[in-house]
T-cell receptor
């Protein structure tokens, strides 16, 4: 089945540690995104990538890093510089921009990160 | 700048009642796209509908209907004869063009609880 796979579903991190969240898609989508969800704040864009080896900062990129070495994969690293990392993280992909049409995004099931 | 407002934080209805979820947006773009997503307790966002700014026709899909009014910058979502399975958080989203890449702004979501 085509889709987006995020792993792990739950992740615990000690303060001061970096941690990497995995996101893989087999939809052959060009664009991939990372969002952070906090209670009462909706989804906020962390990073996005339109093509391999290229990515752009979103609204809240500080303390995060990404890579896009393969079309299928867009891992997110939460670094120790992120002051409040406890949140629900969602990865998404879309076909991207086709002419004047922005296509809908498909989301993974999310990773809940807790700092202990 | 883009903004999406979902003023209703939580709504509770009794099963079989109709319910409308409100969405008001702001954008300077003349061409833009509006989306609704459903987030069930499992966490992933499920795409429901995409509408472009040139198409103001209302849309009906089974028990779901959408009312897009450009004059009031609203894109409201109605569930007819609600069911317990409709219980979820619903997000309205707006997409425009930003630096040539797709950028989606989400509202803060409306939590719908359908009581049996």
């Amino acid at each position: 089945d085509g889709g987006i796979t995020q792993s792990p579903k739950y992740l615990f991190r000690k303060e001061g540690q970096n941690v990497t969240l995995s996101c893989e898609q087999n939809l052959n989508h060009d664009a991939m995104y990372w969002y952070r969800q906090d209670p009462g704040q909706g989804l906020r864009l962390i990073y996005y990538s339109q093509i391999v080896n290229d990515f752009q900062k979103g609204d809240i990129a500080e303390g995060y890093s990404v890579s896009r070495e393969k079309k299928e994969s867009f891992p997110l690293t939460v670094t120790s510089a992120q002051k409040n990392p406890t949140a629900f993280y969602l990865c998404a992909s879309s076909m991207g921009r086709r002419g004047s049409m922005n296509t809908e995004a498909f989301f993974g099931q999310g990773t809940r990160l807790t700092v202990v | 700048a883009q903004k999406v407002t979902q003023a209703q934080t939580e709504i509770s209805v009794v099963e079989k009642e109709d319910v409308t979820l409100d969405c008001v947006y702001e954008t300077r773009d003349t061409t833009y796209y509006l989306f609704w997503y459903k987030q069930p307790p499992s966490g992933e966002l499920v795409f429901l509908i995409r509408r472009n700014s040139f198409d103001e026709q209302n849309e009906i899909s089974g028990r779901y209907s959408w009312n897009f009014q450009k004059s009031t910058s609203s894109f409201n979502f109605t569930i007819t004869a609600s069911q317990v399975v409709d219980s979820a958080v619903y997000f309205c989203a707006l997409s425009g063009a930003w630096g040539g890449y797709q950028k989606v702004t989400f509202g803060t979501g409306t939590k719908l609880q359908v009581i049996p």
